[in-house]
């Protein structure tokens, strides 16, 4: 594009890095791991609050406050992240109208906003460069050049004027673009631009830079009149051009002062015209940067003669075509090619065509055959990959294509040596495609399974409450069994990173709960003991942590008489233990409890209390201890409670020390549901279970647990056994233990925070 040499004129927004220089992507972690800097802190918030900050007027648009002035630097910023984040409409538009705030340098891009609107909030400023990249068809090319054209200041000292993809009514020409004699830099890619008015602009008397890139123009004669002063020329994709090939070589020959052109095409032209360039010899003499991607009949030979002949050559794009792959190509100092050859070319290509569509789907395929079996960290590569998905977002190929390209960047290990913000980013780019294409399978698989990686699931920042409703819908409306493998893993890993209240607004928690059941009883009636059905038992057993609503609805949905026929079915530790954690669950809502009060569920916990295996024996004696904590369902129902007591007190007393290492650690979003055990002095075999589960964990994680301990005033209740006459030895060793456990971690805390 054209902004590549004039990287003053540029639109103000951060560069993706230069991934040829820094392969590892050192730079890319440094940048990431960065704190965001104060004016951009501030700058979001500001607009966050904009409804509250500012007045309104009459007509509804808003005014900041009178005494409020923005310095020319902050004002430019304060409007591209505005435009940046969807927020400038004509509403918001009306603040930068009369003096308070200098704009120099505009960024309009794909904003929707009015002639009127735009007129009045821009066309009085001192402008430089103005860029309206995809503005909406509310604001014509027409309107835009015919307001800048409105202020003479304007007119002289514009220097770049961005237009690509911008509107032009049917009966419109740019007649007035002539008029704006500053122009340096000029872009109409895409734009319905003709012959006619490339002879207007070709008028211009400082215009240095030019991109006619897809437009309507035939002939491109009318540039000699700017030859003495033209330095770059872009015109990929000129489809309309009927001038012979020579004849375009000769325009193109007089034009000495060029030192970029490019003349890439889509590759299904299969255009000629670079190969016949590349033949001559008198042409071109000071060229720095050259992109013939997408020509047909390149060869490296070819290429190198050329180069070798123009010894100030930078750049030459070679994308689509045969060439690139020769030597001389990897060691010509300071030569950067944008190409498929390796790893170096590739990233050149996605970092130079991020707004090119045709381009960039080749340069990601090309990436996605390269990464297939990498083994290095690349946070380069994946930032130009997030550039490429966030620039074409409604772009199937593009997006199906980068989502396997994350893929391939993020599997295994790989995410663990990748910037957080970085993956933040690609994360929500992930459901945003998911989003825009909700019917394409192998699309939904990519980014599904990309977001299996617990690395981004557990460490990385995004919506997570907004990602379970769709993975969770994704499960409810998808039969595949790998989407079911994939939503499930997701589900049990983004459960535990919700809290209660968050699992209860799931508007999707009910259908949820039935799904995963269906699956349940489904691999339990085959005997089938595979990943989706370990995942699944761990995702129920999760959404029902702490959570009263979804253990109403598994036991609404029979989840009950399921789990007891899969504690008859399988006898795998791994999978009893995820069903005693559930049961464990149901326990502990005081209005459910009394439905685990059955023979069928008795005879099943009584058994596994006296298991080998720590874990399940601890999950056993947690539900015993909360089940037998009530009378009233044990004397109806004529089942041996105090029985079932004295084998919990004597299993508890079996165990070595708190201390112990399971296999896995148990974890708890709350201990409120213990305090009513730890309370019951009258049963000394529930309140020493649940004084050693409190330790276990305060010993495991302390900056946690005992954290918790504090915020939940939950010490109080370990005094009060510490103290209390009739509390069981036991109890009183343990309840010790955790407070000068808590003493000495508060300490340490107190020291660290010195």
């Known amino acids: 594009m054209v902004h590549i040499l004039h990287q003053s004129l540029s639109p103000r927004s951060m560069d993706p890095p230069d991934a040829r220089q820094d392969a590892r992507g050192c730079c890319v972690v440094q940048e990431e791991a960065s704190p965001y800097s104060l004016i951009n802190i501030c700058l979001n918030v500001l607009i966050a609050n904009l409804e509250k900050v500012c007045f309104e007027r009459s007509d509804g648009t808003l005014c900041l406050p009178e005494h409020w002035c923005f310095p020319q630097e902050v004002a430019d910023r304060f409007l591209g992240v505005m435009t940046c984040q969807g927020k400038l409409t004509d509403r918001t538009a009306s603040i930068f109208q009369g003096n308070q705030m200098k704009l120099k340098l505009v960024n309009i891009q794909k904003a929707k906003i009015s002639t009127a609107a735009f007129i009045k909030a821009f066309c009085h400023h001192k402008l430089t460069e103005l860029d309206a990249t995809e503005v909406h068809n509310d604001l014509p090319i027409s309107d835009i050049i015919s307001g800048l054209c409105s ?11 961005l237009l690509d993809s911008a509107s032009i009514p049917q009966d419109s020409r740019l007649l007035f673009i002539g008029q704006l004699t500053g122009l340096r830099v000029l872009s109409v890619f895409n734009v319905r631009f003709y012959s006619e008015d490339l002879a207007n602009v070709s008028q211009l008397p400082r215009l240095e830079s030019l991109d006619i890139s897809n437009t309507l123009v035939t002939n491109i004669s009318a540039l ?4 003495d002063r033209l330095k770059s020329l872009t015109m990929h994709y000129l489809k309309c051009l009927t001038m012979t090939k020579s004849q375009i070589l000769e325009v193109i ?58 010894p100030k050559m930078q750049f030459v794009g070679l994308l689509a075509t045969d060439a690139g792959y020769s030597d001389f190509f990897t060691t010509k100092e300071g030569l950067r090619v944008a190409g498929e050859a390796n790893m170096s070319q590739i990233s050149e290509a996605l970092s130079q065509y991020r707004n090119r569509l045709c381009f960039m789907k080749e340069a990601l395929y090309r990436l996605f055959t390269a990464t297939f079996s990498v083994q290095v960290t690349m946070p380069a590569i994946l930032k130009l990959v997030a550039v490429g998905m966030r620039n074409h977002p409604f772009d199937l190929s593009v997006q199906f ?24 980013e690609v994360t929500c780019l992930l459901f945003k495609a998911l989003k825009t294409f909700p019917h394409y399978q192998q699309l939904q698989k990519n980014c599904l399974l990309s977001l299996t990686n617990s690395r981004i699931l557990v460490d990385v920042p995004f919506d997570r409450l907004d990602a379970a409703k769709f993975v969770i819908r994704c499960l409810c409306e998808n039969e595949d069994p790998k989407i079911q493998t994939m939503t499930v893993s997701i589900i049990s890993i983004l459960a535990l990173q919700l809290s209660s209240d968050q699992i209860t607004q799931l508007e999707e928690l009910s259908m949820a709960v039935k799904k995963l ?7 339990t009636s085959e005997t089938s003991d595979d990943v989706t059905f370990l995942f699944t038992l761990k995702a129920l057993w999760n959404l029902t942590d702490a959570s009263p609503t979804a253990c109403k609805y598994f036991v609404e949905n029979q989840g009950l008489p399921i789990f007891i026929q899969v504690l008859e079915t399988f006898l795998q530790p791994t999978i009893q233990n995820k069903v005693l954690g ?30 080998k295996e720590m874990e399940i024996s601890y999950f056993a004696a947690g539900i015993i201890a909360h089940v037998t904590s009530h009378q009233e369902p044990w004397i109806c129902r004529g089942l041996q409670r105090n029985a079932l007591l004295r084998d919990l007190y004597e299993t508890v007393q079996n165990w070595p020390s708190s201390s112990c290492k399971m296999t896995a650690l148990v974890t708890y979003r709350s201990f409120k549901s213990f305090f009513p055990l730890l309370g019951n002095f009258s049963q000394p075999e529930i309140q020493l279970w649940a004084l050693w589960a409190i330790y276990h964990v305060c010993i495991k994680n302390p900056s946690k647990y005992c954290k918790m301990l504090v915020e939940e005033e939950g010490l109080q209740l370990l005094y009060d056994i510490q103290e209390h006459s009739e509390a069981h030895s036991q109890a009183q060793k343990i309840a010790t233990s955790v407070l000068d456990d808590f003493k000495m971690h508060f300490m340490n805390y107190q020291r660290s925070m010195c």
Not at 591 to 609: A, K, N, P, Q, Y
């Open 401 to 424: 294509t980068a989502s396997a390209c994350v893929l391939n960047l993020t599997r295994q290990g790989l995410a663990r040596g990748m910037p957080v913000r970085l993956l933040s």
């Open 224 to 227: 000699l009149t700017c030859k």
């Open 517 to 523: 059941l269906t699956i349940v009883k489904q691999k």
């Open 253 to 310: 020959r007089e034009l000495k002062c060029l030192l970029h052109l490019d003349i890439s095409d889509h590759r299904q032209l299969r255009s000629e015209l670079a190969f016949h360039l590349l033949q001559q010899e008198d042409i071109l003499p000071n060229i720095v940067s050259l992109d013939i991607s997408g020509a047909s009949a390149i060869t490296d030979e070819a290429v190198e003669l050329f180069i070798q002949q123009r």
């Open 151 to 161: 202020n003479s200041w304007i007119q002289q000292n514009l220097q770049c004027l």
């Open 582 to 611: 559930l049961l464990n669950n149901i326990a502990e809502v005081k209005e459910l409890s009394s439905m685990l009060v059955t023979e069928d569920v008795v005879r099943h916990i009584s058994s596994l209390l006296h298991s």
